[in-house]
């Protein structure tokens, strides 16, 4: 065991691997799944240059606030908020918000594992692609479009099929989080994120040499103010919160692994910077690839999974680039659900006084439970609407209420919590020994989490419950 601070506390081994450890829980479906269907749906430059800006404004400074948290407390998000507010001299019922920030991370687990799921499905198809066909070709050889596109719902409608992925991917990032922050989650990040950067750089000059990139650079970063709505503005904050893994606990909960001799500041800034870089460069790897095949970008969630593909097909050695690009999104998704399943088994643990081993145990199986839920919403369980009374979740299936209740609910206001808790809450003499920060910038950070975080979140959160506001 590596301690963090001196003690025998399990903690990252050194800065570097906090970073990638942060880095790799960033990086993750997010930037490669969501990020480009969204820039895709809601008309390209107007959503990214609008999501640069909350990133460096709400984004980042919410990011540096949870770290602080974390690494004061030294503890699960909840503790750490407590002791804080004990120290501060205030009511310990902040803690209660950091516990849905617990709950949140559980909540996307479970449907993240899903996904997780689909990728490793695609790794299957592209393996046996490259067996069927070699590697000389495009992927799927001689296959009509429409037959590449029905993957995706030929996997939808097979629930046991889905459930059965699930459970293998769940199991392997149980396997990662039950050994240990330094043994486990630190070596998962460690490999494979460098893996990840050297596979997914390759793609990308792959795509720029033989893809339509200028076409790509020119959708992605020209801006039409005009494209730019209430809700272009909504999908990008939401996107932004989601890519940096802010308001489900889980920066609290990395961040109490980190040694003191860290600045917290430069650090966020790094962290917050390589997501950002990679959600562009996920933009200048995919959509080179679906111009180039003369196919639409507005593919929204299927972008990734059925237009992608497609692309491959008329690629140089597209079957073996498709099966190195689901392996490197895969590598991305597993350092990111490590991550989920950290911030409730570190909870379980302290709260339970049980060891990490049992306490990943507890949090996988309810995981899975749930995520089984979620992967049998798209087929034998497609009529279980739970909350359908409910206008925000009405007409949707567990895997679409488990999505909305964490992005549009529990995720703001974690991040509500989190910013007026280090704004207004917590003791200044302890937030200005944490934060790494002085002068100017440490007046800029304060302002931005007393007002404009909150005021821009809040504003967030109830139209985002809300809709018909706009
Ligand atoms: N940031 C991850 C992604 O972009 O895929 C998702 C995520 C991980 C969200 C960890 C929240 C979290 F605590």
Same mark, same amino acid.
């Given at each position: 065991m590596v301690a963090a601070t001196g003690s025998s506390r399990d903690g990252w081994s050194s800065r570097s691997a906090f970073i990638l450890a942060a880095v790799g829980s960033a990086v993750g479906l997010g930037n490669m799944w969501r990020f480009p269907a969204e820039a895709g749906a809601?008309?390209?430059?107007?959503?990214?240059?609008?999501?640069?800006?909350? !990133? /460096?404004?709400?984004?980042?400074?919410?990011?540096? $606030?949870?770290?602080?948290?974390?690494? =004061?407390?030294?503890? $699960?998000?909840?503790? &750490? /908020?407590?002791?804080?507010?004990?120290? &501060?001299?205030r009511s310990s019922h902040w803690d209660t918000l950091a516990s849905f920030g617990v709950l949140g991370a559980f909540l996307v687990l479970s449907f993240y594992c899903v996904v997780g799921g689909w990728v490793l499905y695609y790794i299957g198809v592209f393996v046996q692609d490259v067996f069927a066909t070699g590697i000389a070709g495009g992927a799927f050889e001689g296959r009509p479009p429409e037959d590449?596109? &029905?993957?995706?719902?030929?996997?939808?409608?097979?629930?046991?099929?889905? /459930?059965?992925? =699930?459970? !293998?991917?769940?199991?392997?990032t149980f396997y990662f989080v039950s050994r240990g922050v330094s043994s486990g989650i630190e070596w998962v990040a460690t490999w494979l994120m460098p893996a990840f950067f050297v596979l997914f750089l390759a793609i990308t000059v792959y795509g720029a040499f033989t893809g339509a990139f200028s076409e790509a650079l020119t959708y992605l970063f020209t801006f039409d103010a005009s494209k730019l709505t209430g809700e272009v503005m909504l999908a990008a904050v939401g996107q932004a919160f989601f890519s940096l893994s802010l308001g489900v606990a889980g920066m609290m909960t990395y961040g109490a692994y980190v040694g003191r001799e860290v600045n917290l500041a430069g650090t966020s800034g790094i962290i917050a910077g390589a997501d950002t870089a990679v959600a562009l460069l996920a933009g200048l790897c995919i959509f080179p690839i679906v111009f180039a095949a003369g196919l639409e970008p507005n593919g929204g969630p299927g972008l990734m999974f059925q237009t992608l593909p497609i692309g491959f097909q008329s690629m140089p050695v597209g079957s073996l680039v498709g099966l190195l690009f689901f392996i490197m999104v895969f590598f991305a998704a597993l350092t990111s659900s490590v991550s989920l399943m950290e911030a409730p088994t570190a909870w379980l643990k302290e709260k339970a006084n049980i060891g990490r081993p049992l306490a990943t145990l507890v949090v996988t199986i309810g995981a899975l439970l749930l995520g089984i839920l979620a992967a049998l919403s798209f087929n034998s369980m497609a009529d279980f609407q739970p909350l359908g009374f409910i206008p925000l979740f009405e007409g949707q299936g567990m895997f679409d209420v488990l999505d909305t /209740?964490?992005?549009?609910?529990?995720?703001? !206001?974690?991040a509500i919590m989190t910013a007026l808790f280090v704004g207004w809450v917590a003791e200044r003499r302890l937030i200005d020994s944490e934060n790494g920060l002085t002068g100017g910038l440490e007046k800029f950070w304060l302002f931005l989490v007393r007002w404009l975080c909150p005021f821009a979140l809040i504003i967030i959160l109830v139209v985002g419950i809300f809709p018909s506001i706009l």
């Open positions: 809601n008309g390209g430059g107007a959503f990214v240059l609008f999501y640069i800006f909350c !990133v /460096v404004l709400i984004g980042l400074p919410v990011l540096l $606030s949870e770290t602080l948290i974390g690494r =004061h407390g030294q503890a $699960s998000a909840p503790e &750490s /908020v407590r002791k804080i507010a004990a120290e &501060s001299g590449i596109e &029905s993957l995706l719902p030929g996997l939808f409608s097979d629930g046991m099929l889905m /459930v059965g992925l =699930h459970a !293998v991917f769940i199991t392997i /209740v964490t992005s549009k609910v529990l995720m703001p !206001v974690g």
